[in-house]
C-alpha cells in the first residue's frame, strides 16, 4: 500500500519547496505565517458586530426618533465590512507573482556573453561555472541590474525580489505582510490596496456614527457631552478604537496612494529612493493609475494542480557557500535572500540580526568609498601608473632566452624567461619602458647585467 502512494503522481503543491501553505487541493496559497489572518479578521469583525449592535439597539429603542434613518446606515456598514474581508481573502489566499524555480543554473555561456561591469561571480553548486552575479538590462531607456538568486537558481526580472519569508522569487515584489501572511506583489498589489483603502473607510465611517449617536444621546437626555458618553460605552469604544486604527491604515493608504502615482513599490522606495533619482517606470500620473487599476492581471506562471514527476521537480537544496574554503564576498557568505531556512538548515546558523542585514547596500556604500578614494589619492594614482613593462631577448651560446621584467616604483622586478636551442652567437636585448626613457635605461642596465657583462643592450 505505502508502495503505491509512493509511485502515485503528486500535484505541484504537494512537492513545492518553499515555505508556503496551500489549502483546498492547492487553489489557495499562503504564506508561512498565514496563522496571522484570523488576528486581522479579528480586528476587523469585533468593531464591525459592536457597531452592528449598537444600531440594532438603537432601532429597537422606542426613544429613538428617526428609526428609518438607522437602516442605511446599518446596510451600508454591513457592506463595508464584507468588501472588507472580500479584498482581505483575495490578497491573502492567492498567487502574489511567484516565478517558478529553475532545477538547474542557467547555461554559463549565456552568463558570459552578457556585459557585465561587475567582478563577483556565483561559484556555488557548480564550481566548474561562472556566471555573473548581476546583468544589465534596459527598461525605458535606463539601464537597470537585474540579479541572480541563488535559491531558484535564475536571474531575476525588473522590479522582482526573494522574498525571505515565504522563500519565492515574486514579480514587481512590494512587501510581505505580517498581517495577511503573505508576499504582496504583481497579482495580488491591486487587492492590498483595496483592502487598506476600505478598512480605512470602514474605520471612518464607524467613528462618525459612533460620534453622532454619542450627540444624540446628549440631545435627547439633556445632558452634557461628558455624561452622555458615560451613559453610551459602547459608542465611546468604538469611538477610540477607530481613531487609532485609521492612523495605521489611513497612514498606509496615503503612502501608498503615493507609491501608485509615481510607479514605486514599497521595497524600491526604500531601497532605491526614486523621489532622487529617476524612476525607469513612471509613466505619468494617469498612466500610473490604469495600470495598477485597470490593466489586466497576468495568469500565475505557476499550475499548483499540475501533476509533476516528484525525482525531476526536487534538486539540491539551495546553494549555501563553503565558508571554510569559499572566499567569495559577504553576500555569497552570508545571503539574506537565499531565505530564512538558511540559517536553520545549515551547520553554522547565523543570528537573526545578520541575516536581516542588508548587504547588497553595505556593498554598494564600500564601492563608492574605494572608488572616492581613488580619486582623491594620488599615492593610488601614481602607483598604478608606475608599473611598466621590459621585453628582453638574449641570443648566445647557442641558446635563447626571451622573457618579460614587470617593474614597479618600489624597484621589484619580475622575470619569466624561456629558453630555445639556436645556432646564432648574437645577443641582442628590447627594452620597451613605459615610465620614462631615464627609468627605461636604467632597468635596461639592471637587465642586462642581470645575464652577464658582454650583453650587448639597445634601447630602441
Same mark, same amino acid.
Given at each position: 500500500?505505502?508502495?503505491?502512494?509512493?509511485?502515485?503522481?503528486?500535484?505541484?503543491?504537494?512537492?513545492?519547496?518553499?515555505?508556503?501553505?496551500?489549502?483546498?487541493?492547492?487553489?489557495?496559497?499562503?504564506?508561512?505565517?498565514?496563522?496571522?489572518?484570523?488576528?486581522?479578521?479579528?480586528?476587523?469583525?469585533?468593531?464591525?458586530?459592536?457597531?452592528?449592535?449598537?444600531?440594532?439597539?438603537?432601532?429597537?429603542?422606542?426613544?429613538?426618533?428617526?428609526?428609518?434613518?438607522?437602516?442605511?446606515?446599518?446596510?451600508?456598514?454591513?457592506?463595508?465590512?464584507?468588501?472588507?474581508?472580500?479584498?482581505?481573502?483575495?490578497?491573502?489566499?492567492?498567487?502574489?507573482?511567484?516565478?517558478?524555480?529553475?532545477?538547474?543554473?542557467?547555461?554559463?555561456?549565456?552568463?558570459?556573453?552578457?556585459?557585465?561591469?561587475?567582478?563577483?561571480?556565483?561559484?556555488?553548486?557548480?564550481?566548474?561555472?561562472?556566471?555573473?552575479?548581476?546583468?544589465?538590462?534596459?527598461?525605458?531607456?535606463?539601464?537597470?541590474?537585474?540579479?541572480?538568486?541563488?535559491?531558484?537558481?535564475?536571474?531575476?526580472?525588473?522590479?522582482?525580489?526573494?522574498?525571505?519569508?515565504?522563500?519565492?522569487?515574486?514579480?514587481?515584489?512590494?512587501?510581505?505582510?505580517?498581517?495577511?501572511?503573505?508576499?504582496?506583489?504583481?497579482?495580488?498589489?491591486?487587492?492590498?490596496?483595496?483592502?487598506?483603502?476600505?478598512?480605512?473607510?470602514?474605520?471612518?465611517?464607524?467613528?462618525?456614527?459612533?460620534?453622532?449617536?454619542?450627540?444624540?444621546?446628549?440631545?435627547?437626555?439633556?445632558?452634557?457631552?461628558?455624561?452622555?458618553?458615560?451613559?453610551?460605552?459602547?459608542?465611546?469604544?468604538?469611538?477610540?478604537?477607530?481613531?487609532?486604527?485609521?492612523?495605521?491604515?489611513?497612514?498606509?493608504?496615503?503612502?501608498?496612494?503615493?507609491?501608485?502615482?509615481?510607479?514605486?513599490?514599497?521595497?524600491?522606495?526604500?531601497?532605491?529612493?526614486?523621489?532622487?533619482?529617476?524612476?525607469?517606470?513612471?509613466?505619468?500620473?494617469?498612466?500610473?493609475?490604469?495600470?495598477?487599476?485597470?490593466?489586466?492581471?497576468?495568469?500565475?506562471?505557476?499550475?499548483?494542480?499540475?501533476?509533476?514527476? &516528484?525525482?525531476?521537480?526536487?534538486?539540491?537544496?539551495?546553494?549555501?557557500?563553503?565558508?571554510?574554503?569559499?572566499?567569495?564576498?559577504?553576500?555569497?557568505?552570508?545571503?539574506?535572500?537565499?531565505?530564512?531556512?538558511?540559517?536553520?538548515?545549515?551547520?553554522?546558523?547565523?543570528?537573526?540580526?545578520?541575516?536581516?542585514?542588508?548587504?547588497?547596500?553595505? &556593498?554598494?556604500?564600500?564601492?563608492?568609498?574605494?572608488?572616492?578614494?581613488?580619486?582623491?589619492?594620488?599615492?593610488?594614482?601614481?602607483?598604478?601608473?608606475?608599473?611598466?613593462?621590459?621585453?628582453?631577448?638574449?641570443?648566445?651560446?647557442?641558446?635563447?632566452?626571451?622573457?618579460?621584467?614587470?617593474?614597479?616604483?618600489?624597484?621589484?622586478?619580475?622575470?619569466?624567461?624561456?629558453?630555445? &636551442?639556436?645556432?646564432?652567437?648574437?645577443?641582442?636585448?628590447?627594452?620597451?619602458?613605459?615610465?620614462?626613457?631615464?627609468?627605461?635605461?636604467?632597468?635596461?642596465?639592471?637587465?642586462?647585467?642581470?645575464?652577464?657583462?658582454?650583453?650587448?643592450?639597445?634601447?630602441?
Amino acid at each position: 500500500m505505502a508502495q503505491n502512494d509512493s509511485d502515485k503522481p503528486k500535484r505541484l503543491y504537494q512537492v513545492w519547496r518553499a515555505s508556503n501553505r496551500f489549502f483546498c487541493g492547492g487553489r489557495l496559497i499562503f504564506g508561512p505565517d498565514a496563522a496571522s489572518l484570523f488576528l486581522s479578521m479579528f480586528l476587523i469583525a469585533a468593531p464591525a458586530v459592536v457597531f452592528f449592535i449598537k444600531m440594532y439597539m438603537k432601532i429597537k429603542d422606542k426613544k429613538t426618533k428617526h428609526v428609518q434613518e438607522c437602516y442605511p446606515i446599518l446596510i451600508v456598514g454591513l457592506i463595508l465590512t464584507v468588501a472588507d474581508l472580500l479584498f482581505l481573502f483575495m490578497t491573502s489566499g492567492r498567487d502574489p507573482g511567484i516565478i517558478p524555480r529553475n532545477s538547474r543554473p542557467p547555461d554559463a555561456d549565456e552568463g558570459i556573453d552578457e556585459p557585465t561591469p561587475s567582478m563577483e561571480w556565483v561559484i556555488g553548486r557548480t564550481p566548474h561555472l561562472k556566471l555573473p552575479r548581476t546583468k544589465d538590462v534596459i527598461v525605458n531607456g535606463h539601464l537597470v541590474k537585474v540579479k541572480y538568486c541563488d535559491t531558484c537558481l535564475l536571474y531575476r526580472p525588473p522590479r522582482a525580489s526573494h522574498c525571505s519569508i515565504c522563500n519565492n522569487c515574486v514579480q514587481r515584489f512590494d512587501h510581505h505582510c505580517p498581517w495577511l501572511g503573505q508576499c504582496i506583489g504583481m497579482r495580488n498589489y491591486r487587492f492590498f490596496f483595496m483592502f487598506i483603502s476600505t478598512s480605512t473607510t470602514l474605520c471612518i465611517y464607524i467613528f462618525v456614527f459612533s460620534w453622532i449617536n454619542i450627540i444624540e444621546k446628549e440631545i435627547d437626555s439633556h445632558v452634557n457631552i461628558w455624561r452622555a458618553m458615560s451613559r453610551d460605552a459602547l459608542s465611546v469604544f468604538l469611538v477610540v478604537y477607530c481613531f487609532v486604527a485609521v492612523w495605521f491604515v489611513g497612514g498606509l493608504t496615503v503612502f501608498h496612494s503615493y507609491l501608485i502615482c509615481t510607479n514605486q513599490t514599497t521595497y524600491e522606495n526604500f531601497r532605491y529612493r526614486y523621489d532622487k533619482k529617476d524612476n525607469p517606470y513612471s509613466k505619468g500620473t494617469l498612466r500610473n493609475l490604469g495600470e495598477i487599476f485597470f490593466s489586466k492581471i497576468p495568469p500565475s506562471l505557476n499550475n499548483f494542480r499540475s501533476f509533476v514527476e &516528484e525525482d525531476e521537480y526536487m534538486v539540491v537544496g539551495p546553494v549555501t557557500p563553503n565558508f571554510g574554503v569559499d572566499n567569495g564576498s559577504s553576500k555569497e557568505k552570508i545571503d539574506i535572500e537565499m531565505g530564512g531556512k538558511h540559517g536553520e538548515n545549515s551547520a553554522y546558523p547565523l543570528p537573526e540580526i545578520l541575516r536581516n542585514l542588508n548587504y547588497d547596500d553595505l &556593498e554598494e556604500n564600500l564601492e563608492e568609498e574605494e572608488e572616492g578614494r581613488r580619486a582623491f589619492d594620488p599615492y593610488i594614482a601614481n602607483e598604478q601608473d608606475v608599473k611598466e613593462l621590459v621585453e628582453v631577448t638574449i641570443i648566445g651560446d647557442g641558446k635563447m632566452e626571451t622573457g618579460q621584467v614587470s617593474a614597479s616604483g618600489s624597484g621589484n622586478r619580475e622575470f619569466m624567461h624561456s629558453i630555445t &636551442e639556436e645556432d646564432e652567437v648574437t645577443r641582442s636585448v628590447q627594452i620597451s619602458n613605459a615610465v620614462s626613457e631615464t627609468d627605461g635605461v636604467e632597468k635596461s642596465d639592471d637587465v642586462c647585467n642581470s645575464h652577464g657583462s658582454t650583453a650587448q643592450c639597445h634601447q630602441p
